[in-house]
């Protein structure tokens, strides 16, 4: 299993080829490539041209650093055909640049709308009969997060949703801070899940139901909002015992080809030390659930 930073948090004070440099200095051997507007924006076309990818990839040897996963963000379940259209073509870009990284691990959303669910899983399962064989000819395998207003949020019914794509180059996030909105309980989505979870993302959350849902920052509860944080491990809510047991379980924290990624954002005044300690306590509560 790889351990993995995500430098979102960096991204007002590093410019992206900094961000090896910066990865190995808070003791990460590998990078988990998000949204960034100099690489592969949030829904429009990649902007790293083959240049600067090929800077990056130098600036990850030099600091020897490896990219773990590359996670773009696109519309390529919106029921607007001519978005999904376009998200399709930049998909195939960002395919390209993650293979030209020397990366075969790609994570994302659903995407769509949960006020259109029907119109966004035909959009998706269409933008998938033309995208699959890509993945599969280029070798990449494409992991996808059912995120709080997806038009797929719960667990048990993402896994089906990418059961019916039907091909081996196609599983699952779990994403931590997204498990109070998931409905379904960790270790029954965990153990459905199977070798199909190949990338997880450890951040802590409260929980929204807790409180007669009066715990969070929107009043009154049942508001048409998804509000979750992404907090440091310890700050929320999270049975972290049943999550990182859960994934020993499965076997996910022996495998070569997983990913696990500290992905806080609540803190960027106190990243350093947040990535720090994120990476020293997912080591000790992997070594605890290994043995």
């Keep these: 299993m790889k351990f993995a930073l995500d430098p979102t948090p960096f991204h007002s004070t590093h410019s992206l080829l900094e961000f090896p440099a910066l990865a190995a200095e808070l003791g990460y051997k590998y990078l988990q490539m998000t949204p960034h507007r100099d690489f592969i924006p949030f829904f429009t076309h990649p902007k790293a041209d083959d240049e600067l990818v090929r800077q990056f990839r130098k600036a990850c040897a030099d600091a020897e650093v490896e990219v773990a ?4 963000v696109l519309r390529w379940s919106g029921p607007d055909e001519t978005m999904r259209e376009a998200a399709v073509r930049y998909w195939k870009r960002a395919v390209q640049i993650t293979v030209d990284l020397g990366c075969t691990q790609m994570n994302t959303e659903f995407s769509g709308r949960p006020e259109k669910p029907e119109e966004s899983e035909a959009a998706f399962y269409k933008s998938m009969e033309e995208l699959v064989p890509v993945f599969e000819r280029e070798g990449v395998h494409v992991a996808i997060d059912p995120h709080p207003d997806d038009f797929v949020e719960e667990g048990l019914a993402a896994l089906r949703v990418i059961r019916g794509i039907n091909s081996p180059s196609i599983g699952m996030v779990y ?22 979870l190949r990338v997880v993302h450890v951040s802590d959350t409260m929980n929204h139901h807790a409180s007669h849902g009066l715990r969070y920052i929107t009043n009154p509860p049942g508001n048409d909002v998804r509000v979750h944080q992404h907090l440091k491990i310890g700050d929320g809510d ?18 070569e ?28 509560r992997v070594a605890k659930a290994s043995r």
């Design 238 to 255: 999270v049975n972290w015992d049943e999550f990182f047991g859960g994934l020993g379980e499965i076997g996910f924290l022996d495998r």
């Design 69 to 72: 996963s590359v996670l773009p």
């Design 175 to 196: 994403v931590a801070s997204h498990t109070f909105h998931m409905k379904d309980e960790p270790l029954q989505i965990m153990r459905a899940a199977g070798e199909r």
């Design 257 to 284: 080809d997983t990913v696990m990624v500290s992905s806080v954002f609540a803190e960027n005044e106190n990243a350093d030390e947040v990535s720090r300690y994120q990476l020293r306590t997912m080591q000790d």
